[in-house]
């Protein structure tokens, strides 16, 4: 009796824990397929819808008389189990160095079997009793970005994210979070830097249960923890990136080296202490007359053992294409999930200009 109320509410154990390390994590996944094809190194030169994620400060990049800008990204994870959805808007001010931004994101599995209702009061087994949860993390963003004095060398921008984190499991518990996020970005002829810190302030999100007394009953029953009403922490984080742009006649080449430090402890990162972690992406555009871009990264570099207890180094690998047409950007990336036993996905992508009329 107790497996298949496990299978249940293993998400409900493993989430609702104080002062979780790894909390809010669906936030560092990435969104378009763009930036997951460059290895998710793009604070530096991200420059359309998608900055209100990556760097808000990348908003201003966007022309002013492309008005509008919409994106959207769907993508799949353990052959459906998982999906992930992202779309956002963008419109500038009417000063022309000014943007403002808005993103929703959410991931989730759907269609968990509740099995707390499977057996009948005289002990048998009703499986009509059955009804599916969904287990759906979403975020809303709302980005603000404006450029600074342009100089003879560049112009630096900055950004902010005012970030509502909504977390919910069925009708089990449910959780509110807030978080600021900021950012900064230069640009150059050449040369493109970028920066970025999350949950600036420490992310709390409020966890509540709302098991029904019946459902308690069963839990203890069958031997299961009964988890209580608990706070979640997402310490700061900080993403910097160095890009570099190269043009050879119609081709445009954009490398882009980043780092992230995480603040929460020791991780399993390319540098492991603690209690700051340093991770390394890495990721190169090749554009062809802003028509067809090829992209290819790598990040999530992380040390493994196998039988023999021998440690090796793995990371995440990513490849894509982008096509440019007239107003609308559709981009494509294949990428592994970084735990190296060939679960690759596909991601795909839009981004649309509404232009305004004459």
Do not use: C
């Amino acid at each position: 009796m107790k497996s298949p109320l496990l299978f249940s509410i293993f998400l409900l154990i493993s989430f609702i824990v104080e002062a979780q390390k790894y909390s809010n994590e669906f936030l560092y996944i990435g969104v378009s397929a763009a930036a997951q094809a460059r290895g998710n190194a793009v604070v530096a030169d991200v420059s359309d819808v998608t900055a209100g994620y990556w760097n808000p400060a990348g908003l201003v990049n966007i022309p002013t008389e492309t008005g509008l800008q919409l994106g959207a990204m769907h993508a799949e994870w353990f052959a459906g189990v998982g999906k992930f959805d992202y779309a956002a808007m963008s419109v500038p001010f009417s000063d022309g160095k000014s943007r403002m931004g808005i993103s929703v994101i959410r991931f989730g599995i759907d269609n968990i079997p509740n099995t707390l209702s499977l057996f009948e009061d005289d002990g048998t087994v009703n499986y009509d009793n059955i009804i599916a949860f969904s287990a759906a993390d979403y975020a809303f963003l709302g980005s603000y970005a404006r450029q600074l004095k342009e100089t003879n060398n560049g112009i630096w921008s900055v950004g902010g994210n005012i970030k509502l984190v909504r977390r919910s499991i069925g009708s089990f518990a449910n959780s509110w979070g807030f978080g600021l996020d900021l950012g900064a970005q230069y640009k150059s002829d050449s040369w493109r830097l970028g920066f970025v810190a999350r949950d600036v302030t420490t992310t709390y999100n409020n966890w509540v249960t709302n098991f029904t007394e019946q459902e308690r009953q069963v839990l203890a029953i069958t031997g299961n923890d009964i988890p209580i009403s608990s706070v979640e922490i997402t310490k700061p984080s900080l993403q910097l990136g160095v890009g570099y742009l190269l043009k050879i006649s119609d081709l445009s080449i954009t490398p882009e080296i980043d780092f992230i430090a995480n603040t929460d402890g020791q991780r399993n990162y390319l540098i492991s202490a603690n209690p700051i972690s340093v991770d390394l992406l890495g990721g190169i555009e090749i554009d062809y007359k802003n028509l067809v871009a090829v992209r290819a990264g790598v990040n999530q570099f992380q040390r493994e053992s196998d039988f023999e207890r021998e440690n090796y180094l793995t990371a995440r690998p990513s490849v894509g294409v982008g096509l440019h047409l007239s107003n609308l950007q559709i981009d494509y990336a294949f990428t592994d999930l970084g735990d190296s036993r060939n679960t690759f996905s596909h991601v795909i992508s839009l981004t649309i200009d509404l232009k305004k009329k004459d």
